[in-house]
């Protein structure tokens, strides 16, 4: 013969009682525990999280003004190299330039003395031809008056059959062309 024993638990209300959270009859005991819990979740925060929150808000504050100031101090040094490198850049152009003028006076100084030595052998060759031509001038002039009397006594001796001298023809030749 079995026995059944049976046991009721009870739960602190009875059935059809308001739910506990809001029974007025529990409200100072959970009050208590409210503030309880409360302080201790306070002081808990106080004392362990919020300062170490604290501590790594400051420490990435920190990083991040190290960074800004380390960017910072690298834009600095870029636009510094920056100028720089513009400077030596307008630099090499105005020594280029200032080599290119050089060398084009350079140039043109020996383009002028090598043209003065020319125009002065060309002078000169002017002058030696000029000379050539008056000699040949003067001996063609000396030719002409030959030519002339032995023309005039040829033309004569032809004409009136008698002989003509070429001394009588040459002084003819001369009275004319003076």
């Known amino acids: 013969m ?3 024993t049976e046991t009721t638990e009870t739960t ?4 059809g009682g308001a739910f506990p959270p809001l029974d007025s009859s529990t409200f100072p005991s959970q009050l208590f525990w409210l503030v309880i819990f409360f302080a201790a979740l306070y002081l808990l925060m106080s004392r362990l999280v919020l300062p170490r ?5 400051a420490a990435r504050k920190g990083q991040i003004d190290g960074d800004l100031a380390r960017a910072q101090a690298l834009k600095d040094e870029t636009e510094a190299a ?3 490198y513009e400077k030596s850049l307008s630099d090499a152009r105005a020594n280029a330039n200032a ?4 060398t084009r006076n350079k140039v043109t ?4 003395g090598e043209q003065a030595k020319l125009d002065g052998e060309l002078a000169a060759k002017i002058k ?3 000379e050539k031509l008056a000699k040949a001038k003067a001996k063609a002039m000396e030719s002409v008056n030959d030519i002339a009397a032995d023309s005039a006594s040829d033309i ?6 008698a002989k003509v001298l070429k001394t009588a023809a040459a002084k003819a030749v001369a009275s004319v062309k003076n």
Not at 53 to 57: F, K, R
Not at 99 to 102: K, P, Q, S, T
């Open 156 to 161: 004569v001796s032809q004409l009136t059959g």
């Open 53 to 57: 929150l604290a501590a790594i808000i």
């Open 82 to 84: 920056l100028k720089a």
């Open 109 to 112: 100084a020996e383009i002028d």
């Open 99 to 102: 080599i290119a003028l050089d």
């Open 2 to 4: 079995a026995t059944t």
């Open 12 to 15: 602190g209300h009875e059935e």
């Open 128 to 130: 030696a031809a000029e």
